[in-house]
């Protein structure tokens, strides 16, 4: 992608910082400008008083004093406009900035989102957010101030000696020299640290999503091990950053020290040869005015690395977002008449590496399909394709004789819905979680919550009740349970159901199941490692897989009859 691409990109997202957001920025802006101005009368107010005490000063005692009273006064208001809107304009330009951010990501298709890495979303919404803040949004108010003093400075500088001036100016090349070096370097490092810390969240998510995995296999030290590795990358990335800004740090002071020292030297050599009109206080206030002049040498640089790092991490996000595959398929209407045909179904998610086979399946309307197998067998695979998480494959997949490529998917969500393993429950009330924010009429939810059997856990905890967060609060059948509410409210025609039970208890994973079959009008097709008989008897077919392609299909009694691939399978399930 260009340059001129990625800057496109990243427009909308800086102006988020600034949307509604304006006022607060001029105000800050204005005490900055209010701080500016205060400090340059106090150097003005620092050469006057120096020839004061040496008889040079046209001014009296009393007009300095009544000044000075002034910039100070100039220095509380700005504090206080500092204090009033600084934060303000922060903490609503961040803000702004997550809620578009995540905007942008709820806009993206499932096909896009399933190939991407998560971590990269959650570096960027927490990380990588601080260090826009602290480096941009942060140096914004100080740059201001540091570009009026400088230009205020020069122009008193000019006034009192033209020839100090250009002296100064000579002095000042060195510490230019090191910050234009240093700059680019402290860019990359920090975009280092963002990669780092990127890499070791997705390490972390991963490790908290797997916490039981882990114990039950004792495999904590392993993992530490892992997180170890990942931590000490990080470390090291930022010790690296550090280490250059300790470098810029301490580059700029030495260079800004020879500039302060040269010209004070040089000044003081022109006011004992009386020449140039020199005073002592000219002396004096050049060096204070340095400070001003070296302030933009020490502050632009850092602030522009800070800038290129923040937009950097900016058109990282931008670019992942911008990254999405339109919706412009056929839209079709939300129901099965006649059911789903897969032929000659081939797949693989790297190429070389077959996941599923010559996969022909016939699912009719209404009826309740299993498909059984080993894991890694493409039970999964299978449903996320019909899912149309990728375009990917060879062959054909058909809703009612239509090709789900040539479907959009916004109407095919419509049509199908599907419950997984890990249910999505949030930190909100049941009835929250069973709409998902939607109004649906109150009979329709009555009758969710009656088929999908929540009526028990709403009387004895309420709807109101908070699922806590990840749904902690609930049993692993509650949360499924809620899971097949969603889908029966949504009255898609089709549900798919992958490995919902996989987590739960025999008991509870039969009540689940069998709650899902008693489901009528619903073409549904289940993934499902449990092999219960009473469940795959009540199955419309059966599909066993295994190596990604379907070895026998029919009804269970049929499949047992053939005493192959499934019979093994279901008596090997049996002794287990």
């Not at 005490?53 to 406009?81: N, R, V």
């Not at 000019?158 to 020299?177: K, M, Q, R």
């Not at 991490?313 to 992942?320: C, E, G, N, V, Y």
């Not at 609060?473 to 996989?502: N, W």
Request: net charge neutral.
């Amino acid at each position: 992608m260009t340059k001129k691409e990625l800057r496109a990109l990243r427009r909308p997202f800086i102006k988020e910082l600034f949307r509604k957001n304006r006022f607060n920025f001029v105000m800050t802006v204005a005490a900055a400008l209010l701080m500016a101005a205060a400090e340059l009368v106090i150097s003005w107010l620092i050469k006057e008083v120096s020839d004061l005490i040496s008889g040079e000063c046209k001014y009296g005692f009393w007009t300095l004093l009544i000044i000075a009273a002034a910039a100070f006064s100039l220095f509380i208001f700005a504090w206080l406009l500092d204090r009033a809107f600084l934060s303000e304009f922060h903490s609503k330009a961040m803000k702004q900035y997550r809620e578009y951010a995540f905007g942008r990501l709820m806009e993206k298709g499932i096909q896009a989102f399933s190939g991407e890495n998560t971590s990269l979303y959650i570096s960027a919404l927490s990380n990588d957010v601080k260090t826009i803040e602290q480096d941009f949004l942060g140096k914004l108010q100080r740059v201001v101030q540091a570009a009026v003093t400088f230009i205020g400075a020069l122009g008193l500088m000019l006034w009192y000696s033209p020839l100090l001036t250009l002296i100064a100016i000579g002095f000042s090349l060195l510490p230019i020299i090191v910050s234009v070096v240093l700059g680019d370097r402290a860019a990359r490092a920090e975009k280092a640290v963002s990669d780092r810390k990127e890499s070791y969240t997705g390490m972390l998510k991963d490790a908290l999503t797997g916490f039981s995995v882990i114990k039950s296999f004792k495999a904590e030290k392993n993992i530490a091990r892992l997180h170890d590795q990942s931590n000490t990358a990080v470390a090291g990335a930022v010790k690296r950053r550090t280490r250059i800004d300790v470098l810029v740090g301490y580059a700029s002071g030495i260079a800004g020290g020879i500039l302060q020292f040269g010209v004070f030297f040089v000044a003081a050599a022109l006011a004992l040869s009386g020449k140039a009109g020199i005073t002592a206080g000219t002396a004096i206030v050049f060096v204070q005015l340095l400070n001003y002049v070296l302030a933009p040498i020490q502050i632009f640089p850092a602030f522009f690395a800070g800038t290129k790092a923040s937009f950097g991490l900016i058109d990282k996000l931008a670019a992942a977002l911008n990254k999405n595959i339109p919706d412009e398929g056929e839209a079709i209407e939300p129901k099965l008449e006649s059911g789903i045909s897969i032929r000659d179904l081939n797949f693989a998610y790297e190429e070389g590496k077959t996941v599923l086979g010559d996969v022909d399946m016939e699912l009719r309307a209404g009826g309740c399909y299993a498909l059984v197998g080993g894991s890694g067998s493409g039970k999964s695979t299978i449903l996320n394709l019909l899912m149309a998480s990728s375009e990917n494959y060879s062959g054909e997949i058909l809703y009612d004789g239509k090709e789900l490529r040539d479907i959009s998917a916004s109407s095919l969500y419509d049509l199908v819905s599907i419950i997984q393993q890990n249910v999505f429950v949030f930190n909100s009330t049941i009835r929250d979680n069973i709409t998902m924010f939607s109004d649906f009429p109150e009979e329709e939810i009555a009758r969710a919550v009656r088929l999908s059997g929540l009526s028990r856990l709403i009387d004895e905890k309420g709807e109101d009740y908070l699922c806590g967060e990840n749904g902690s609060g609930l049993s692993g059948g509650e949360r499924q349970r809620i899971s097949i509410a969603r889908a029966l409210l949504r009255k898609t025609p089709v549900l798919f159901v992958d490995e919902a039970t996989a987590s739960l208890d025999a008991e509870t994973s039969f009540e689940v199941l069998d709650a899902i079959l008693d489901l009528e009008g619903y073409t549904r097709v289940i993934v499902t490692h449990d092999l219960d008989e009473g469940i795959l008897r009540r199955c419309t077919g059966l599909f066993a897989l295994k190596n990604g392609a379907v070895t026998e299909h029919g009804t269970f009694a049929e499949l047992m009859a053939e005493k192959g691939y499934f019979y093994s399978l279901f008596t090997v399930s049996q002794a287990a």
